[in-house]
Nanobody, 122 residues
Framework: HVQLVESGGGSVQAGGSLRLSCVVS????????MAWFRQAPGKQREAVAS???????NYADSVSGRFTISEDKAKHTLYLQVNSLKPEDTAVYYC?????????????????WGQGTQVTVS
């Protein structure tokens, strides 16, 4: 069974940082990659970063240079380090598995979702 459990969200001021975590079970991401999506109030859910190994990483233009996706294999955990946060980054952030296509991922094609973790930037 595929399970994705996010944590690490919170409220920060502009310029602050957080580390979001996604504990993964029942899934291997060779071929179909893992990703972080976010959904802001009144907006569509959008991909912000994808990961299929340390050499296969993509970022949305809006977060490139500020966000970093990585994994800890021993802990079965995917991370999203979010730095230099802006109010526009306020959203629920979701871990995703099996994007159903290449970058940029489409939310409607994702097979597995976590429950989401809220990031609020003032």
């Amino acid at each position: 069974h595929v399970q994705l459990v996010e944590s690490g969200g919170g409220s920060v001021q502009a310029g602050g940082s957080l580390r979001l975590s996604c504990v993964v079970s029942g899934y291997t991401y060779s071929g179909n990659c893992m990703a972080w999506f976010r959904q802001a109030p009144g907006k569509q859910r959008e991909a912000v970063a994808s990961y299929a190994g340390p050499r296969y990483i993509n970022y949305a233009d809006s977060v490139s240079g500020r966000f970093t996706i990585s994994e800890d294999k021993a802990k079965h955990t995917l991370y999203l380090q979010v730095n230099s946060l802006k109010p526009e980054d306020t959203a629920v952030y979701y871990c995703a598995a099996d994007l159903g296509g290449s970058w940029p991922g489409r939310a409607e094609k994702v097979k597995y979702w976590g429950q989401g973790t809220q990031v609020t930037v003032s």
